[in-house]
């Protein structure tokens, strides 16, 4: 089991930039492919991104591609997520987990905390 610790959000304006991070331990966790995920008040959670274990693919919803980036140190056991040009649409609560495949998206681990996102207009 690998147990995930989401940190870095907080309160932007719009158009503003932010990184999260994961912390991992417990299982190897360069084994698996990983992914965020968010989800907004009253609204189910949501793919966002998600990378390979390797980190060579990387896979992104629509909605945040070419603002945000997803990114990974094994040597660190920690997975991000640069967001730029942030909307108050992605204000949400963030997720990391593991998933099938950076194509399949599926989340397969625990669900952490998460980290509140915040964007004001």
């Known amino acids: 089991q690998v147990q995930l610790v989401e940190s870095g959000g907080g309160l932007v304006q719009s158009g503003g930039s932010l990184t999260l991070s994961c912390a991992a331990s417990?299982?190897?966790?360069?084994?698996?492919?990983m992914g965020w995920f968010r989800q907004a008040p009253g609204k189910e959670r949501e793919f966002v991104a998600a990378i390979s274990w390797t980190g060579i693919l990387m896979t992104y919803a629509d909605s945040v591609k070419g603002r945000f980036t997803i990114a990974r140190d094994n040597a660190k056991n920690t997975l991000y997520l640069q967001m730029n040009s942030l909307k108050p649409d992605d204000t949400a609560v963030y997720y990391c987990?593991?998933?099938?495949?950076?194509?399949?998206?599926?989340?397969?681990?625990?669900w952490g905390q998460g980290t509140q996102v915040t964007v004001s207009s």
């Open positions: 987990n593991i998933v099938t495949s950076a194509t399949s998206r599926q989340p397969r681990g625990n």
């Open positions: 417990g299982r190897t966790f360069s084994d698996y492919a």
